[in-house]
Each structure stands twice: as structure tokens, then as C-alpha cells.
């Protein structure tokens, strides 16, 4: 908690960074210019901390493992987009909200309390029975992309979702 | 077990208010500012700057009045209101 605050350049640099991932994957930012920038700063305060950027919104414990669901883009972002149009700490928001059609507003949390959580880390999440292929097919958890292939890419192609966010889907 | 640190902001008096909020958190600096500009007395926390030893004292407090553990959650009176979530009408009805 020592680590200095990220610099106004850092923020900058990592929003333009986050918006051109969004708009390249069909998503979009919160167009409130400063409530969008304190949430980037909010993602590098938790990178400083945790090593990893989870929702600023969000409690952190720092372990990475249980944090996985909360690390942005959390996989509760697309199921809230389509439901609320915005993301539980509202970076991210539907057309409707971005063309103002809708505004923004706070919405209810979508991620299981803690008990359930342990209860999903320590149980398998369901799939579908092992089938004959030649591949097994993982399943992004962030946006659903799913690729048949020995182990998960390191990256999701398509939402940036990192290796250990997948889950082996058949 | 020692108290957690509050912030006390002075103002009106409106019963015994107390706002559990992340210091990361946009919805939470909405509900603080509120709270300021409704210029009621309070109490506020950003228990993700709270020492480790501390943290889980604060997220069972906070899990007492709102199972989810969410935040913000703003608790009236000992919990006989309970405000979960940035939900501007609501609060300024309650302290208004």
C-alpha cells in the first residue's frame, strides 16, 4: 500500500489502451470522462497492490485465485451489459447508454457472496461429458470465446482475458 | 478487538450514519460526496485502506448488513436502514 499513486500519464496511457481493446471487441467505455479515468486510476491502484488490475469496486484479499471473476474485464461485464447495460462499476456501458438513450446508474451485484464463492473454487464448475474429439475446447470466461486446442491461449483473442481465466468447456 | 478508524465528518443530525465505501470505488465517491453535500453527520471508512488485520473484521461488519458485501453500503441507525449501492433518491429521502 506503499506504492506511489499512478501518474496522470499512466492513466491516460492505460485508458487509451482499455478503449481501443473495447471499441476493437464491439465494447464500449463509460463516455463520462471523469468518472471513466478515476476508474482506470482505481485499476492501477489495485495492479500496485494486488499485481493484478481487479474491479475497483470491489474488495480484494490479493489473491489472485479468488480473485479471477474480478479481474477486468470481469466475467460478470457481459451478463450486467446485456441486463443493466453497464458493467458493476460502470467502465464499461451498452450503445444505449454510450448514443444516451439510457444513463448510468449503480446496479446490484451479480457475484456470489464469499461462502458460495469457496464452494464453486472448491467444487468443478459443470461441462458437458467427455466426447470423442481430437481437441478438448476451452471457453473463455470473460466473453465466451471458445477455441479447441491442447491448452487455452495465453491471451484471449478477443477480450484480452488472460490464460488462467478459461475453463475447459467439453 | 480494537475499533476499526472511521472518519467522522460533523454535520445536521440525522441519526447515527455510517458509509462503507472503497477508496478505488466511482459509486462510492458518488455516495461520499452526497453525503457532503447533504451536510449530515457521518461516518465513513474506505476499508480496502485498512490494515490486512483489519480487513476481515470490516468485510463481516459490512457482510451483517449486506450479505453480498457489496460497496457502497450505507447503514442508518444500527442497521435499521440499510442502502446498498450509489442509489441517489433513496438516500436523500432517508437524510434529506
Request: charged letters at 15%; glycine letters at 4%.
Given at each position: 500500500m506503499s506504492a506511489a499513486a499512478p501518474l496522470t500519464e499512466e492513466i491516460q496511457a492505460r485508458y487509451e489502451k482499455i478503449k481501443r481493446e473495447a471499441e476493437e471487441g464491439g465494447y464500449h467505455l463509460n463516455p463520462d470522462q471523469a468518472f471513466t479515468m478515476n476508474l482506470v486510476r482505481g485499476l492501477l491502484v489495485n495492479e500496485q497492490r494486488y499485481g493484478y488490475p481487479s474491479c475497483p469496486c470491489r474488495i480484494s484479499f490479493g489473491k489472485r485465485e479468488e480473485d479471477l471473476d474480478i479481474?477486468?474485464?470481469?466475467?460478470?461485464r457481459d451478463p450486467d451489459l446485456d441486463?443493466?447495460?453497464?458493467c458493476y462499476c460502470a467502465l464499461y456501458v451498452s450503445d444505449a447508454i454510450l448514443k444516451k438513450e439510457l444513463s448510468v446508474g449503480s446496479i446490484p451485484e451479480r457475484r456470489p457472496p464469499r461462502s458460495e464463492r469457496k464452494a464453486v473454487l472448491a467444487g468443478s464448475s459443470g461441462r458437458l461429458t467427455d466426447m470423442a474429439l481430437p481437441f478438448p475446447v476451452w471457453r473463455c470466461?470473460?466473453?465466451g470465446y471458445l477455441c479447441a486446442r491442447d491448452t487455452p491461449p495465453l491471451v484471449c483473442p478477443v477480450c484480452k482475458a488472460t490464460k488462467d481465466r478459461f475453463e475447459r468447456f467439453i | 478487538m480494537n475499533q476499526m478508524k472511521m472518519e467522522h465528518v460533523p454535520g445536521k443530525a440525522r441519526g447515527k450514519i455510517t458509509l462503507y465505501a472503497l477508496s478505488t470505488c466511482g459509486w462510492c465517491a458518488k455516495t461520499k460526496e452526497l453525503l457532503r453535500e447533504l451536510g449530515v453527520d457521518h461516518f465513513y471508512v474506505?476499508?480496502?485502506?485498512?490494515p490486512p488485520e483489519e480487513l476481515e473484521e470490516a468485510i463481516r461488519e459490512v457482510e451483517k448488513f449486506n450479505?453480498?458485501?457489496?460497496?457502497?453500503t450505507l447503514v442508518i441507525n444500527e442497521g435499521t436502514r440499510v442502502i446498498i449501492g450509489f442509489r441517489e433518491q433513496e438516500i436523500r429521502e432517508a437524510l434529506g
Open positions: 479481474i477486468c474485464p470481469c466475467d460478470y441486463e443493466f447495460n453497464a470466461r470473460v466473453c | 474506505f476499508v480496502d485502506l485498512l450479505p453480498a458485501g457489496s460497496f457502497p
